[in-house]
């Protein structure tokens, strides 16, 4: 049997069968109406009505031949194509039935009887006992038992192409299971490369950027101790030297002119007065360059791949820092309010540079919103507190910027997806810092948003799962960190 992928070869075959079905019922029918019309021209007396019996039996018998003919050999034009099955094969050729012989005979005899003549017409002659005989019995028992196979085999045909189809279907469904769970993965596989690609370029960025900022830090800190270091020094001696004007001053009240021209000159009050104003702004400047250079090199940490004990808040300060220009008052706003509450923490083991990073991300993602509402009396809000059993440390940080759609939430940490005009965005900085906390850390990033509310980052560190996990690297890296610290 033919494989029905196509609907025109199952319809062409079904036509097939039902010919086949057709033409073998009528062979029944009609040996039944040549025996009838025998019997009729027997009885008749009319000889008018004799000639008529005897033409339509004849042409009973040439549609016999002819469908005959047709169901063994084939006709296209009756659609029957001449294949018969091994069973039916044998109901025509074959013991007991010899179907196509009974055929042959029965014609013979039918066409006989058409030839007999008018007086040789009775009940008793041959030919119509043997029609009768044979039309009554063996001939209608064969033909019934060949229609009866025919239709078994159409059935048959039925049955099969309802299994193929089925079978199809089925095929059909797994494939496209198939296909559709290979799209997912497809997909998924997509994403992580993609996030792990924005993640290479962006920790190779930042690892430059950190090394960068390490290097400048270096470099400012050893002059600049130069000066930080002798700035109290200097403040001393300078006190010093006024106290033995003074004391001058003192024993020798009417000194020379000269000298005395001279203190006019240099309006030595004055200067006494200003020199202490300006070593006092030198010593703020000073502390301002120390912080920020120590931020610096807290912020990079030579670490993006090296656990280290991470003061949290200390992190936190430090991103602030470098922050400090972009949360000043400036045209547009005024100054961005940086509201602190935090909580008793322990220091977590942690990549600190990387966890620097996540801070550095959502807090400016945080300015960058505050910034689109014009005249804004921004706030950031950031929170830290231990969660309730103690495994885990919480940071929270909360704008009351414009807030985000449920559009943009449900995309905010896909690559890079970004609101930003072109050149100002990338898109990275959240996909980056899910990475960095939900697969680094092992711990949990979630966004509280919606539009006019304002937005709200809350970042899980485990204390635990983050020490214990990388216990061996964790300690060899905490040697390496304090053989930095002593060469920075
Ligand atoms: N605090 C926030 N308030 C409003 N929208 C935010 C905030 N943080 C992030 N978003 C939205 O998430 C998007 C993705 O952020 P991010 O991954 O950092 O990429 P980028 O900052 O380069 O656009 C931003 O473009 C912005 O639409
Ligand atoms: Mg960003």
């Given at each position: 049997m033919a494989t029905y992928f196509d609907i025109d070869n199952i319809i062409t075959d079904r036509e097939i069968n039902a010919a086949i079905i057709n033409i073998s019922g009528r062979q029944r029918m009609l040996s039944q109406r040549a025996a009838l019309f025998a019997l009729k021209l027997v009885c008749t007396e009319d000889s008018w009505q004799q000639e008529r019996l005897r033409q339509e039996m004849l042409a009973v018998i040439d549609l016999m031949e002819q469908s005959h003919n047709g169901l063994i050999k084939g006709n296209p034009a009756m659609k029957l194509p001449g294949k018969l099955s091994k069973e039916v094969w044998t109901i025509y050729?074959?013991?007991?039935?010899y179907l196509s012989q009974q055929i042959w005979d029965f014609m013979t005899q039918v066409r006989a009887l058409a030839q007999v003549t008018s007086t040789e017409l009775?009940?008793?002659?041959y030919h119509l006992k043997y029609i009768l005989q044979v039309s009554e019995t063996e001939l209608l028992n064969a033909l019934d038992i060949a229609v009866n196979q025919y239709q078994k085999e159409s059935e048959l045909f039925e049955r099969q192409v309802e299994m193929q189809q089925a079978q199809l279907f089925q095929q059909i469904c797994t494939a496209r299971a198939t296909t559709h769970a290979q799209a997912k993965q497809l997909e998924r596989t997509v994403q992580d490369l993609q996030r792990t690609q924005s993640q290479l370029i962006q920790s190779e960025k930042f690892s430059s950027i950190g090394q960068m900022m390490a290097g400048v830090a270096h470099e400012i800190n050893n002059p600049f101790n130069f000066i930080y270091g002798n700035l109290q020094c200097t403040k001393d001696y300078i006190h010093d030297l006024f106290e033995l004007i003074n004391t001058y001053q003192e024993h020798y009240?009417?000194?020379l002119p000269a000298i005395q021209g001279k203190i006019d000159e240099i309006e030595l009050d004055f200067v006494q007065e200003d020199l202490a104003k300006i070593l006092d702004s030198m010593q703020v400047g000073a502390n301002r360059i120390r912080e920020l250079v120590l931020s610096l090199r807290n912020f990079s940490r030579?670490?993006?791949?090296s656990r280290q004990l991470l003061d949290l808040h200390q992190g936190i300060d430090s991103t602030l820092l470098i922050l400090r220009n972009r949360l000043k008052a400036n045209n547009d706003r005024p100054a961005v309010e940086i509201i602190k509450d935090y909580g008793s923490i322990p220091k977590i083991e942690c990549y600190a540079g990387q966890l620097n990073q996540v801070f550095m991300n959502i807090l400016s993602n945080g300015i960058d919103a505050l910034e689109e509402i014009p005249n804004h009396l921004g706030y950031i809000k950031i929170r830290t507190h231990l969660s309730p059993d103690g495994s885990r440390v919480i940071i929270q940080i909360a704008d009351n910027g414009p807030g985000m759609t449920q559009e943009v939430k449900e995309q905010?940490?896909?690559?890079?997806?970004?609101?930003?005009?072109l050149g100002k965005g990338t898109g990275l900085g959240l996909a980056i810092s899910h990475k960095i906390v939900v697969?680094?850390?092992g711990g949990y990033l979630k966004c509280e948003s919606s539009p006019g509310k304002g937005t709200e980052f809350w970042i899980e560190i485990p204390l635990q799962s983050s020490v214990r996990r990388e216990q061996g690297v964790g300690n060899r890296q905490l040697i390496t960190g304090r053989l930095t610290k002593t060469k920075v």
């Open positions: 050729f074959e013991p007991p039935y009775n009940l008793e002659n009240p009417n000194t030579s670490d993006l791949s905010l940490f896909d690559p890079f997806f970004t609101t930003k005009p697969d680094t850390h």
